[in-house]
């Protein structure tokens, strides 16, 4: 199992990103996906969250209207645009895949973690 972060990056507040997350190893079609986010010195948090169909989503507080989770079944990858970045955004994102047809929040609930890639919002 495999899971590949990528297009992290620096970035000025009010910028956007992309982030994809390139997955191998297990079923991914029947798989939820979720972005989680983890700052120095604080917990790691969800972000968004997409089911297996790409039908349902979630966000957390914090990047609703900002952020949008998208998933391509076909490519096996799944995505986080993120507009209108803040500094309070710049952080290790990591995505991650959990079994099954329910969203979840906490990061115990996933069973597959990618290896993170910071985003850092400054000027």
């Known amino acids: 199992v495999q899971l590949q972060a990528s297009g992290g990056g620096l970035v000025q507040p009010g910028g956007s990103l992309r982030l994809s997350c390139a997955a191998s190893?297990?079923?991914?079609?029947?798989?939820?996906m979720g972005w989680f986010r983890q700052a120095p010195r604080k917990e790691r948090e969800f972000v968004a969250s997409?089911?297996?169909?790409?039908?349902?989503?979630n966000y957390a507080d914090s990047v609703k209207g900002r952020f949008t989770i998208s998933r391509d079944n076909a490519k096996n990858t799944v995505y986080l645009q993120m507009n209108s970045l803040k500094p309070e955004d710049t952080a290790v994102y990591y995505c991650?895949?959990?079994?099954?047809?329910?969203?979840?929040?906490?990061?115990?609930?996933?069973?597959?973690w990618g290896q993170g890639t910071q985003v850092t919002v400054s000027s």
């Open positions: 997409i089911s297996w169909s790409g039908g349902s989503t």
């Open positions: 991650a895949a959990r079994e099954g047809h329910y969203s979840a929040y906490h990061p115990s609930s996933y069973d597959y």
């Open positions: 190893g297990f079923s991914f079609g029947s798989y939820v």
